[in-house]
Nanobody, 121 residues
Framework: QVQLVESGGGLVQPGGSLRLSCAAS????????MGWYRQAPGKERELVAS???????NYASSVLGRFTISRDNGLNTNDLQMNSLKPEDTAVYYC???????????????WGQGTQVTVSS
């Protein structure tokens, strides 16, 4: 089965940086859109950043200019570089990928288990 493995979360001071990584394990013939979402306590899960196969990106207005999403289509991975972190960025971050496991399969969204990011002094 396909699983998404996330890494890079942790505790950081305001103004600091973290780099989140997401890797797809198992066989994945093709991966379409990739993205990161986050959910803070008591709030709905929201899109943070997404990137298409061709590299087109979208960002939440709250992170624009501070976060950068990238991907490696050969390794089936993506990274979210987070700079100038604020306490408001504290949340569980989830990776999502649209994956087709064969040439005849449709794309299915897969989610990571989530990684905690805490921004506090």
């Amino acid at each position: 089965q396909v699983q998404l493995v996330e890494s890079g979360g942790g505790l950081v001071q305001p103004g600091g940086s973290l780099r989140l990584s997401c890797a797809a394990s198992g066989k994945a013939v093709s991966i379409g859109d990739m993205g990161w979402y986050r959910q803070a306590p008591g709030k709905e899960r929201e899109l943070v950043a997404s990137i298409s196969r061709g590299g087109s990106t979208n960002y939440a207005s709250s992170v624009l200019g501070r976060f950068t999403i990238s991907r490696d289509n050969g390794l089936n991975t993506n990274d979210l570089q987070m700079n100038s972190l604020k306490p408001e960025d504290t949340a569980v971050y989830y990776c999502k990928m649209a994956i087709a496991r064969s040439t005849s399969s449709s794309y299915v969204n897969y989610w990571g288990q989530g990684t905690q990011v805490t921004v506090s002094s």
